[in-house]
């Protein structure tokens, strides 16, 4: 059983920094790509941030230049740093890793439970 755990969430000022991590544990075998995505109240989630396993990255047109995703792959996390945040950046954020499990033959994705980020003065 695969579990994904995410921490950094929370309130902070426009033009503030946070950063979100999220670790996995279980019975892994493999971890291929990661990612972060939001949900903000009303709207359907989206993709923020993205990283195969090789390190190649990919954002989302609403974040250049501010936020920045890594991974450490030894640790089995996640990272994504969130800088010059604005209240449009508020939602709930979830990771999701696509992860083959030891005796699996198959890929699967796996979500985090979600962390809130609220930006407001």
């Known amino acids: 059983q695969v579990q994904l755990v995410e921490s950094g969430g929370g309130l902070v000022q426009p033009g503030g920094s946070l950063r979100l991590s999220c670790v996995a544990s279980g019975t892994i075998l493999r971890i291929s790509d990661m990612g972060w995505y939001r949900q903000a109240p009303g709207k359907q989630r989206e993709l923020v941030a993205s990283i195969t396993s090789g390190g190649s990255t990919n954002y989302a047109d609403t974040v250049p230049g501010r936020f920045t995703i890594s991974r450490d792959n030894a640790k089995k996390m996640v990272n994504l740093q969130m800088n010059s945040l604005k209240p449009e950046d508020t939602a709930v954020y979830y990771c999701?890793?696509?992860?083959?499990?030891?005796?699996?033959?198959?890929?699967?994705?796996?979500w985090g439970q979600g962390t809130q980020v609220t930006v407001s003065s």
């Open positions: 999701e890793m696509s992860i083959r499990e030891i005796g699996d033959v198959y890929i699967r994705a796996y």
